[in-house]
């Protein structure tokens, strides 16, 4: 399967797809608050074929005539969603974890809707039919395969894309291999540190951009809600952050090509991510290292390059490279610590490097590194 996203042009004819997309955000509530009466009474979920077929119902009373209009299939989509939603939230709660129900969704969130067989057709060129209309795209690549599924998905500048599933199987890509090996330590002040002094730096995409996007937010929150100055003020404040999103997805992509050109298996360690949210909050937000990672995985598994990950509790920082001892009074304002047992002087972010590619050796990702249960993950 590959999955191919174009931007619709922009026109009066994508009038008809936020219609569209504003709809389907009134089928999706009415199953929500089914699904919560039916919770509250029953303690769970109406099945997605009990809905599906209450829908079907609905459709031929006056008061939701205008569902006709919408695709069925892309209706039956909205549903299978709100299931997915509530089996979610019970597999969670068995496990013990906090996990909210599916939510009420105004139109002016309510992003997407899918098709599948039917309601839409991919014509040559640049072109393709939802509905009973016709709309151009900026067609950047060629599509191969068979198409199989097509959402359509609008953003929050009202721009509209289309993402398009086909069943082609890419071939691996005949890469040459190097026979290096690298380990990388995620880091605040370097974004990787390598072992063998292959760093990258932080770009902090947000951070470069945070004075624009407050007065962005400054100009937003002075204008009259409703009015058309707020919704230009709305407008310009998200068109900021999605240059911010852009820059940022395009750095990962990059990186993920670059390590994977580069080194035929890498070694990395498996974050606590939202620990570490806990602590520094916006900065690890605009890392993205969860998004970059699931980028490298995905290039990886294309060229075969080999990924290994350590234990998320294995302290690499506090441990020496050179003779193994662990200093346990080291915390996150030591950028460089001398151990007490060899006398060896490390920089904390490169010793972490070098116990990941020493580690990394004997573990496999989903395995525990013995000896290592400790309490902080950095």
């Not at 949210?277 to 290292?289: H, I, N, P, T």
Request: with cysteine.
């Amino acid at each position: 399967m590959k999955t191919y996203k174009f931007k619709l042009y922009s026109n009066h004819g994508n009038r008809e797809l936020h219609k569209t997309i504003d709809g389907h955000a009134w089928v999706w509530n009415h199953p929500d608050s089914s699904g919560r009466r039916y919770y509250a009474i029953y303690g769970k979920h109406i099945s997605k074929f009990r809905l599906i077929n209450h829908i079907s119902k609905l459709k031929r009373l006056p008061r939701f005539a205008h569902w006709n209009q919408l695709p069925s299939q892309a209706i039956q989509d909205v549903v299978v969603r709100v299931d997915k939603g509530y089996k979610a939230m019970f597999e969670a709660r068995e496990q013990g974890k906090a996990w909210g129900r599916p939510r009420f969704k105004p139109r002016r969130k309510y992003k997407s809707f899918t098709l599948l067989q039917a309601g839409w057709t991919l014509l040559p060129g640049n072109r393709i039919k939802i509905g009973k209309r016709i709309y151009s795209y900026f067609k950047s690549r060629d599509v191969f395969g068979k198409p199989k599924r097509c959402t359509i998905k609008r953003d929050a500048l009202g721009d509209v894309y289309i993402t398009i599933l086909t069943d082609y199987v890419e071939p691996d890509l005949n890469r040459l291999t190097t026979g290096k090996i690298a380990g990388f330590d995620f880091g605040l002040k370097r974004y990787l540190t390598g072992h063998n002094g292959h760093d990258i730096e932080s770009p902090l995409f947000f951070k470069r951009s945070l004075n624009a996007i407050k007065r962005a937010s400054r100009s937003h929150s002075r204008k009259r809600k409703g009015s058309k100055n707020w919704q230009r003020a709305r407008l310009d404040l998200a068109r900021r952050h999605r240059k911010v999103a852009n820059q940022r997805e395009d750095f990962h992509w990059q990186l993920a090509h670059l390590l994977t050109d580069a080194y035929d298996e890498i070694r990395l360690e498996d974050l606590n991510l939202q620990g570490m949210k806990a602590l520094w909050g916006r900065k690890v937000s605009d890392f993205g290292f969860a998004d970059f990672v699931a980028k490298l995985k995905y290039i990886a598994s294309k060229k075969g390059v080999k990924l290994v990950f350590i234990d998320k509790w294995y302290p690499s920082s506090k441990t020496c490279s050179a003779c193994g001892a662990v200093n346990e009074t080291l915390n996150l304002r030591d950028r460089s610590w001398e151990c007490q047992d060899c006398g060896t002087t490390h920089d904390r972010d490169r010793n972490a490097a070098m116990n990941i590619y020493r580690v990394g050796a004997s573990t496999r990702e989903g395995e525990d590194v013995s000896g290592t249960s400790v309490s902080c993950p950095c």
